[in-house]
């Protein structure tokens, strides 16, 4: 529907529809007026319903039908096709939304764009006229007694966590507990992994307070937990772990959690690495044994990021892992019995090798898919009589053997084989999933992050259009999970510029999921900071792949990405003014009416950064939205609105104190807390949060200085929806439904 208040928008739209070239008029004519006022109550209704409109133009009578969701097209048209198709000219498509006839202008400034209509030309003859108009009457009682229902499919669940996930990624903390949420009502999902969810989310945003006093900590404790779960337990006990705390601190702080990381393949996070090397040393392994496996796996440098610990780990050379003679077997027992699975390996690479011991050494190679597991496991078998252990090998490897076989392999190797000729579907993806699965720790270790980027490069180039996006699925999957466990590391820009390309140049899905993911990962890429040269190759890459979502729905997609992109554009970089002339120069007297109000004034003073004007013409429509808001917010009511995306946070408090001219708007920047920030949460009336482009810290004062007073969060990092959340909660702590726009209802 349109942006204009639902009262002048019909009013409006009523005036236009019974005007030349239309004949008839909408008053002194009482069959219409009875028409209209059907049409009225079934705009009102709630939900909005379908009605039907006459007009006479040159002698021709046609009738539109006009529906408020495009979803309802086919159902309409079945409708019409049962009730008057044979009386009727009507070819089954809805009005061309690029449709210049005023009629047709009025209608799509009432519906938007997610609305439609279809036109019925009648033949000219009075009986025809008479019975498409009894046959109508009929429509109108059926679609008053037999509203349409929408099929409320669920979301595909791997869809639902993938998007937890990536909201976790961006730091859009109330996007994720809303998703969360949703999750913990879905009967698809177990107790358990309801629990492991909770779990993330308060870890990921370190409510280590809330955490300690979740009544389910217990359980998840006791329970067999995923390493992403043990990882976040880690992450509550190193938060709590003080900064000096020596190896007997350490103890006496975790006796309650145990062994939680056996293995640095199970590490997610630089606590998890820190919990993993305390563990390690306090059950009495050497210093530069655990310093070696940590350098291995790629987590020593975030291990040491703690001095007290980098105190006690010593600098590792090549360990020395020959083996040095027999070793008790109680050592075995004691570093099973403790949960120290790299420890038990290094014992068994001391024994030797035996049929009695190999199905221990088969389940920390499963446990772990660590490589030294597996090259141990490679070289037991050449000792070993296959014959004589066959049995054992394929018993113990019959539900892991796919993925103890991907980690063997090197991850290049994997990847290229994946995407080949030949492979079924469902084998395709059980290795995507194994993969993904596998991501961190193997892209961890040295080198590997990179050898993935060589591959990926020209594998995207080479793939047939049907698998490209499967890849890019992949890789997004990649980036998104290495950089929650462990940030920007060595590599992952190069990793981001290859997913961009390949989006760029071969996605021609068109799949807005994907591209709002896209928008993410350029976030990430250009918070980092790039070269101009890079930036300019990043932004052409993007408009090369922006085609399909050149369309008036894409625009809020398009416009926060412009907006991404101007926060962080270096000096010398150009291309950005061609990327947002494409999106810009799109809006028109054409479609300006249909676009979201909020999106138009975003837009403006958009193009106006970049010497653009809009070709739309001075109409009352923003006036009148402007007069609808003046009155509603009390007079000196305090706004604050906090981004790091300082242009953006501009551009919205300018609009809505156009808006709002009586309203004060303070915008804050701030990447710490501030006593500025901290008064500004205690005093403001309303408080909106990026929380997609905020600082943590900053973040958790804001709501630590705000108590219970109500924070409202925008949906992304634009102005746009730091508008929509100040008109959100303007109406939720004035309580008027005239507040809300169209696009609220």
């Not at 499919?153 to 990624?169: H, K, T, V, Y």
């Not at 994720?176 to 909770?198: G, Y």
């Not at 609808?628 to 501009?650: D, H, K, Q, W």
């Amino acid at each position: 529907m349109n942006s204009i208040l639902p009262d002048a928008a019909w009013t409006k739209f009523i005036a236009a529809f019974f005007s030349p070239p239309n004949e008839i008029t909408a008053t002194g004519n009482e069959a219409a007026e009875r028409i209209i006022a059907q049409a009225e109550a079934a705009w009102f209704a709630n939900p909005a319903s379908p009605f039907v409109l006459p007009v006479s133009a040159s002698s021709w009578t046609y009738w539109y039908v006009i529906f408020p969701d495009q979803d309802q097209q086919l159902w309409i048209r079945d409708l019409i096709q049962a009730y008057v198709g044979s009386w009727i000219d009507f070819s089954g498509q809805p009005v061309p939304e690029d449709s210049d006839l005023p009629l047709d202008q009025a209608v799509r400034a009432l519906t938007g764009p997610q609305g439609c209509s279809y036109r019925l030309l009648v033949p000219r003859d009075a009986n025809v006229e008479a019975r498409v108009r009894e046959g109508l009457v009929r429509l109108t009682r059926s679609l008053v007694a037999r509203p349409y229902r929408r099929i409320n499919l669920a979301l595909p669940l791997g869809r639902l966590i993938g998007d937890f996930w990536d909201s976790c990624a961006s730091g859009a903390e109330a996007r994720t507990e809303e998703i969360l949420n949703v999750l913990e009502k879905d009967h698809r999902l177990s107790r358990a992994n309801k629990l492991f969810l909770r779990l993330q989310y308060l870890a990921t945003f370190e409510q280590w307070d809330r955490l300690e006093q979740f009544d389910e900590l217990p359980d998840l404790i006791r329970l067999d937990r995923p390493v992403l779960a043990s990882d976040a337990l880690a992450r509550l006990a190193m938060a709590r772990l003080p900064d000096t705390a020596d190896l007997t601190d350490f103890v006496r702080s975790t006796s309650a959690y145990g062994c939680l990381l056996g293995s640095a393949t199970m590490i997610r996070s630089a606590a998890g690495a820190q919990y993993y090397a305390y563990w390690s040393l306090s059950s009495g392994e050497p210093a530069e044994v655990v310093a070696a496996r940590l350098l291995e796996s790629g987590w020593l440098d975030r291990a040491n990021g703690r001095r007290d610990l980098a105190a006690l780990l010593s600098v590792p050379g090549t360990l020395d892992r020959t083996p040095t003679g027999e070793p008790d077997l109680a050592e075995l027992h004691l570093a099973l019995g403790g949960g120290r699975l790299d420890a038990a390996i290094e014992v068994l690479a001391r024994v030797t090798p035996s049929a009695t011991l190999l199905p221990v050494l088969l389940e920390l190679v499963t446990k772990t898919l660590s490589n030294r597991s597996i090259q141990l496991l490679q070289h037991w078998r050449g000792q070993l009589v296959e014959s004589d252990i066959c049995h054992i090998v394929s018993g113990r490897l019959a539900t892991s053997g796919n993925q103890v076989a991907i980690a063997a392999e090197p991850i290049g190797v994997t990847l290229k084989a994946v995407f080949a000729d030949g492979i079924s579907a469902t084998e395709r993806a059980r290795t995507i999933a194994e993969l993904r699965a596998q991501a961190v720790p193997r892209l961890m270790q040295p080198g590997v992050l990179h050898e993935v980027v060589d591959v990926a490069r020209p594998l995207s180039r080479s793939l047939d259009s049907s698998l490209l996006p499967h890849l890019i699925d992949l890789l997004l999957d990649m980036e998104r999970n290495l950089f929650l466990a462990a940030g920007d590391v060595a590599g992952i820009q190069d990793l981001r510029l290859t997913i961009v390309e390949a989006w760029a140049l071969g996605d021609e899905s068109g799949d807005r999921h994907r591209a709002a993911r896209l928008l993410d990962l350029v976030a990430r890429t250009l918070t980092t900071g790039v070269s101009a040269s890079i930036f300019d190759e990043l932004v052409e890459s993007l408009r090369a792949g922006w085609t399909p979502f050149l369309t008036d729905a894409d625009l809020s997609l398009g416009l926060e990405m412009i907006e991404v992109l101007a926060a962080t554009r270096p000096d010398a970089a150009v291309e950005i003014q061609t990327f947002a002339t494409q999106i810009l120069s799109r809006i028109g007297p054409h479609n300006a009416r249909r676009i979201d109000a909020v999106l138009l004034e975003t837009a403006k003073m958009l193009a106006a950064d970049f010497g653009l004007e809009l070709a739309i013409p001075l109409e009352p429509d923003g006036q009148a939205l402007k007069a609808g808001l003046r009155t509603r917010p009390p007079e000196g009511c305090f706004v604050a609105i906090y981004s790091l995306m300082e242009p953006a946070a501009n551009r919205a408090a300018a609009i809505v104190r156009d808006w709002y001219p009586e309203t004060r708007v303070e915008t804050f920047t701030d990447k710490v807390a501030s006593t500025a920030l901290r008064n500004a949460a205690k005093q403001a009336d309303l408080l909106v949060i990026a929380d997609k482009a905020a600082a943590h810290a900053a973040t958790d004062a804001l709501k630590k200085a705000r108590g219970r007073k109500p924070i409202n969060y925008a949906l992304g990092k634009g102005s746009a929806s730091l508008v929509e959340a100040v008109i959100e909660g303007f109406t939720t702590i004035f309580g008027d439904a005239a507040h809300r726009t169209e696009k609220h209802n």
